[in-house]
């Protein structure tokens, strides 16, 4: 997909993962549209060479912003501090003027798609009834118990597929 100046943004979609810096927050416009917004920080890794260690390099922290339907479903998905998620979305900057009154920009994305990264997370997922946020569970499901042979060779009854 070609990217192309339109005013301050570009419509070429990126995608990037990493982790929340705080649980995402969920707001209404006065005119009660959804809007969901937080930050998400992914952290370059590289294995030293020398010590044989993975370690932390260069970061990038990115503020977003979601809207409606899909703001909803981020604000009632239960994710905090840390979660690892993968965000698709266009980068727009904004312009503003401080407390000061000095000229200010920001380079935010607009989500068109929110994920949780299932690298290090198992996530039970619950369908979205269309016009309500989806109730996230109160007991979080055991990683692979459906998953557990019961006598060494085959799977229980409750097998998911």
Known sequence: QRSHEKGNSMTEQI?????LTSAPELRFSQSGIAIASGTVASTERYLDKQTNEWKNGKSLYLRF??????????????LDKGSQVVVTG?????????REGNKRSSTELEVTDFAVSLRR??????KAV???????ASAPVAAGSWATPTNGDGYGDNTPF
């Open 121 to 126: 997370a198992v996530v039970l997922v619950t």
């Open 15 to 19: 995608t990037i993962h990493g982790g």
């Open 130 to 136: 269309s016009g309500q946020s989806p109730v996230p």
């Open 65 to 78: 912003s979601a809207f409606k339907e899909l703001a909803e479903h981020i604000g009632g998905s239960g």
């Open 90 to 98: 266009k980068l727009h900057t904004r312009e503003y003027e401080d």
